[in-house]
């Protein structure tokens, strides 16, 4: 390039977000906070000190002990029943699009500030779906992120499908022609597109023919985050217990405290009260003390961060330990790859079918694709990779900037866009 671009790309992702831009001699991506790329996708409302910050320093005051609202995974919003409620901040009631306002007003802010000059005009990312197989609610889902974008300054707002933007990043380092499958497996959705791709290829404004299919499905590393909650934590903190009467103890308090999105609606008073009327009938009290302490102390999200963090662990190592003191002195839980296995079988399964599907649809054979390119940070879930590699067994994995990928490409996207 010879000047820089007049757009900026952004994606906005479930735990992360990044905004590209392209301009002569520079990375695509401009550093966000503590001079790297990605801002974790978290706001916390500060209740001590007034405050609102977000990514890492929203994570660390939290996990410092100060009194107030963490909300993370905000982008499930979208498509869900929730974007059009509110919710309670300092005694304040905030609706959730202007929460989601509130995180791009300050992704935009940075950019910003880092890029020295204004954006106007934006490629955002979206998934392939926003809502799996309801065409009507997808389309809301990107109406209602186009207009928050709107509301919080840009002009020209358009759309590029994330494993596209994913593809177009990696294109830039082709020599030669592949046929690539791009594998996106972020926070809240997989999604999948093959793609003609090179160097020639590359120069053409218009990729409509190169495009051979594409799919997603409404499954992401925050669902590998709630299975491994649910089969190994969980049942610490009584679920699948038994009643006296030999009932299974009511588990919706259970995925609420799973599921990134819902963690705060385990604190109300409602089900403070329904908590005690369960402890008095409950065959075995102990977990449930621990549960009591959790949410009387607030720390859903502590523990959400500590599931999290041991999905990690074990896509670099064979086992896992989550140290739970703050629930109990001295208690920890071991958790084995075999464990993470059988926990998202069934989310691996459903993935792998969506490749499948995927590869009928277009009418390649198998062995036609080159290449299988991974981008998002739940592609690192080895048993993920392995199932989607069983589907295309000639091609060659390659792994991209798990975190960066889609908004480098969206960066080439908006110059193409916007000039």
């Given at each position: 390039?010879?000047?820089?671009?007049?757009?900026?790309?952004?994606?906005?992702?479930?735990?992360?977000?990044?905004?590209?831009?392209?301009?002569?001699?520079?990375?695509?991506?401009?550093?966000?906070?503590?001079?790297?790329?990605?801002?974790?996708?978290?706001?916390?409302?500060?209740?001590?000190?007034?405050?609102?910050?977000?990514?890492?320093?929203?994570?660390?005051?939290?996990?410092?002990?100060y009194e107030g609202r963490l909300m993370r995974a905000l982008k499930s919003l979208l498509g869900s029943s929730l974007i059009d409620g509110q919710t309670e901040v300092h005694g304040r009631a905030l609706r959730f699009s202007d929460l989601l306002?509130?995180?791009?007003?300050?992704?935009?802010?940075?950019?910003?500030?880092?890029?020295?000059?204004?954006?106007?005009?934006?490629?955002?990312?979206?998934?392939?779906?926003?809502?799996?197989?309801?065409?009507?609610?997808?389309?809301?889902?990107?109406?209602?992120?186009?207009?928050?974008?709107?509301?919080?300054?840009?002009?020209?707002?358009?759309?590029?499908?994330?494993?596209?933007?994913?593809?177009?990043?990696?294109?830039?380092?082709?020599?030669?022609?592949?046929?690539?499958?791009?594998?996106?497996?972020?926070?809240?959705?997989?999604?999948?597109?093959?793609?003609?791709?090179?160097?020639?290829?590359?120069?053409?404004?218009?990729?409509?023919?190169?495009?051979?299919?594409?799919?997603?499905?409404?499954?992401?590393?925050?669902?590998?985050?709630?299975?491994?909650?649910?089969?190994?934590?969980?049942?610490?903190?009584?679920?699948?217990?038994?009643?006296?009467?030999?009932?299974?103890?009511?588990?919706?308090?259970?995925?609420?405290?799973?599921?990134?999105?819902?963690?705060?609606?385990?604190?109300?008073?409602?089900?403070?009260?329904?908590?005690?009327?369960?402890?008095?009938?409950?065959?075995?009290?102990?977990?449930?003390?621990?549960?009591?302490?959790?949410?009387?102390?607030?720390?859903?999200?502590?523990?959400?961060?500590?599931?999290?963090?041991?999905?990690?662990?074990?896509?670099?190592?064979?086992?896992?330990?989550?140290?739970?003191?703050?629930?109990?002195?001295?208690?920890?839980?071991?958790?084995?790859?075999?464990?993470?296995?059988?926990?998202?079988?069934?989310?691996?399964?459903?993935?792998?079918?969506?490749?499948?599907?995927?590869?009928?649809?277009?009418?390649?054979?198998?062995?036609?694709?080159?290449?299988?390119?991974?981008?998002?940070?739940?592609?690192?879930?080895?048993?993920?990779?392995?199932?989607?590699?069983?589907?295309?067994?000639?091609?060659?994995?390659?792994?991209?900037?798990?975190?960066?990928?889609?908004?480098?490409?969206?960066?080439?996207?908006?110059?193409?866009?916007?000039?």
């Open positions: 390039m010879q000047q820089p671009a007049r757009a900026c790309g952004i994606d906005f992702g479930t735990s992360n977000s990044t905004v590209g831009w392209l301009r002569p001699g520079a990375p695509a991506l401009l550093p966000l906070e503590d001079g790297k790329p990605t801002l974790p996708s978290a706001v916390f409302f500060n209740a001590d000190e007034d405050t609102t910050c977000f990514g890492r320093a929203a994570l660390d005051e939290y996990l410092e002990g306002a509130s995180f791009i007003g300050e992704l935009k802010l940075r950019a910003e500030a880092q890029a020295g000059r204004s954006f106007d005009q934006a490629v955002f990312g979206r998934p392939v779906h926003f809502v799996d197989d309801d065409a009507a609610a997808d389309r809301k889902a990107q109406d209602t992120l186009e207009a928050i974008a709107r509301q919080v300054g840009f002009r020209d707002v358009s759309f590029q499908f994330e494993p596209i933007g994913a593809a177009l990043h990696y294109e830039s380092s082709l020599s030669n022609e592949e046929l690539v499958l791009i594998a996106d497996i972020g926070g809240g959705t997989a999604d999948f597109s093959i793609v003609r791709l090179s160097p020639e290829r590359a120069r053409g404004l218009e990729r409509h023919e190169d495009l051979l299919g594409n799919a997603g499905i409404h499954i992401g590393g925050t669902d590998f985050d709630r299975a491994l909650s649910l089969e190994c934590v969980m049942p610490l903190l009584g679920y699948r217990g038994l009643m006296k009467s030999g009932a299974q103890l009511p588990a919706s308090i259970f995925f609420q405290l799973a599921t990134w999105h819902t963690i705060n609606f385990a604190y109300t008073r409602q089900v403070w009260a329904d908590l005690q009327h369960i402890y008095r009938d409950a065959a075995e009290r102990a977990p449930l003390d621990r549960l009591s302490k959790l949410i009387g102390q607030r720390e859903g999200h502590w523990l959400a961060l500590r599931v999290e963090q041991a999905k990690i662990d074990l896509s670099q190592a064979p086992a896992a330990k989550l140290a739970l003191d703050r629930l109990e002195a001295g208690l920890t839980v071991s958790i084995g790859d075999d464990d993470f296995t059988q926990a998202t079988r069934a989310l691996v399964e459903q993935v792998g079918a969506c490749v499948g599907e995927l590869l009928d649809q277009t009418g390649l054979r198998r062995d036609q694709v080159d290449t299988l390119y991974f981008t998002g940070g739940a592609s690192g879930v080895a048993q993920l990779r392995a199932r989607i590699a069983a589907e295309l067994p000639a091609a060659r994995s390659v792994e991209g900037d798990l975190y960066g990928s889609i908004g480098a490409g969206l960066a080439v996207e908006a110059a193409r866009r916007y000039g």
